[in-house]
């Protein structure tokens, strides 16, 4: 629940007047930021889903420098989709 101990009107009227949740303890400010371009109030200044999707990927690649998304061969893999 990312407003705890608040009514669902409370909360609307908040966010209509630009409130954002807090950075969560537990979050990197990487993340939060990939959060907060998700919450730009024109729209087209939203972050789309493949600007997240590169966002996230390059959060994961930095912090875990074990994988890389980007090398991946996806056919080396079968999906149950296509079985």
Not at 7 to 21: F, L, P
Not at 56 to 68: A, G, M, V, W
Request: glycine share 4%; proline share 5%.
């Amino acid at each position: 629940m990312p407003y705890p101990k608040k009514t669902i009107d409370t909360v609307q009227k908040e966010v209509a007047n630009g409130y954002q949740m807090p950075c969560p303890l537990h979050c990197g400010q990487e993340v939060y930021s990939v959060m907060s371009g998700c919450w730009e109030k024109e729209a087209t200044r939203r972050s789309n889903f493949d600007q997240i999707l590169k966002s996230l990927e390059r959060i994961l690649e930095k912090t875990h420098n074990y994988l890389s998304l980007n090398d991946l061969d996806e056919g080396l893999y079968a999906s149950t989709l296509d079985m």
